[in-house]
């Protein structure tokens, strides 16, 4: 078994123990020291590289060996979805147990045209621990850091002045940013003490329209501080079109604050896609390779099928992306998210588009999709549903609701195959069939390969011939 760890590794077999090798590389030969024994598998770490296994190349970042973002950047771009692609079909082969034929499994990788500077959303971390390299001398200041955490090891933060896959002009926010907020003396975050006061930095960008939005999280109680060190940041990079401030007193190290601020600007960017108009404020998902949700949006719109005067329902909708892009004359579209600001957002984007059908209910789809409280908001019954859920998939609850709703059509879009290995089975023993799944790199250099399912409901007589 092959396995791509999302913590920048390996994972696979090493005789007859299960082994996860940290900063390994398929097909490298490598000496390895066992760090720890589990039950289920061995931790061991590279010491030395013997032979680098095909396509290794030079890595862009200079951070590639400590930082845990894009850690497969050392491996040629094809390399990468070759490996993402085994990795994929591996990890939904529990389907195949299920009487799905391995030709409607993923078979190839669309790949994105753009793989560094692609992302349009970065989220740094301040942190008063600073990772400290074993280059720098005995006794570097350690006390301030933004930058991102580094593999494997959450409570350090690894200070940087470039990421490779966010753009020049994130570039140009994430230096400034980070020598104003020295010079503010305004105190990094200690995630184990939960004392100080900048927490985090989000930059997000509309590729299409040039829009910069810039989050600056910090603890509660900084009001003046934080507004003088925004206004020196909106002086110095003129690209950011909109800075707010939100305040966290969450111990949880999550870049989303529970109050927010507008310093300037209305508070979100405008994106385009797919000629759609989208207004995204900070706390809202959006998808973070533009030129590829583009193509997302597309391989959704196809598995979905005609969409003329049925009823959608986009289920973890965020700011309505996928149903607003596919569902443009559909008779009805439900859009259900648990983020309040989403739901705002998607309503806003409803308006924007034109978009009188649309609906967006905010709450927990495990809730929002039960057949009373349908019957309550007077949605009628799905003849499609796009299901999008986060990284973990989805709860046996709504699988339960999804069954009982029984549209026609169901498109599954996940970036975690083990989510969909889990998720799909209980539909495929519920009446679906899967008839097709497509692949598309969303993340390059990193371990998540994006793919979009079609399942279709077999009517009773077929599913009893089954
Ligand atoms: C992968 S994103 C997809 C968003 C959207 N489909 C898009 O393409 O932009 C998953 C979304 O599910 C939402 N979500 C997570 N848990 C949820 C739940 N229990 N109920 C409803 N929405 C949920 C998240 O807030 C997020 O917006």
Known sequence: MLDLDPAGGVRGRAGSEHVWLARGRPGARVVARVLRRRRSHVQAAVLRELEP??????????HVADCGGCSFQDLAYPRQLELLLAATREALAPLLACGVEPGALPTSVEAAADTYGYRNKMDFTFSNRRWVLASEPAGAASDFALGLHLAGRHAK?????????????????LRATHELARASGLAAWDSRAHIGVLRHLVIREARRTGQVLVALVTAPGHAEPVAALARALVARCPSI????????????????????????????????LCGVRFRISARSFFQVHTA??????????????????????DICCG????????????????????????????????????RERARFVAGDVRDTLRAERLAELGAARPDVAL????????????????LELAPETLVYVSCNARA????????????????????????????HLECVYRLEHRTPAAAAQA
């Open 53 to 62: 296994g095909p396509g290794r190349v030079e890595p862009r970042c200079a």
């Open 157 to 173: 933060v690894l200070d940087i002045r470039r990421c490779e896959i966010q753009s020049e002009a994130g570039n140009e926010i």
């Open 241 to 272: 079109t909109t800075l707010v401030h939100a305040e966290s007193a969450r111990l949880a190290n999550v870049a989303l604050g529970e109050t927010e601020r507008v310093l300037h600007g209305v508070g979100w960017i405008e994106e385009h």
């Open 292 to 313: 590829q949700a583009e193509r997302l949006v597309e391989r959704v719109r196809e598995a979905a099928g005609p969409l003329r005067d049925r009823v959608v329902y």
């Open 319 to 354: 700011a309505g992306t996928l149903g607003l892009a596919v569902a443009r004359d559909a008779r009805e579209l439900w859009g259900f998210e648990l983020e309040p600001a989403a739901v705002e957002d998607a309503r806003a984007n409803a308006r924007l588009n034109e």
């Open 387 to 402: 299901v999008d859920p986060p990284r973990a998939g989805l709860h046996p609850r709504v699988v339960d609701s999804l």
């Open 420 to 447: 969909a290995a889990r998720d799909l089975p209980a539909l495929l023993a519920g009446g679906y069939a899967l008839r097709g799944a497509v692949a598309l790199d969303l993340f390059p250099h990193t371990p």
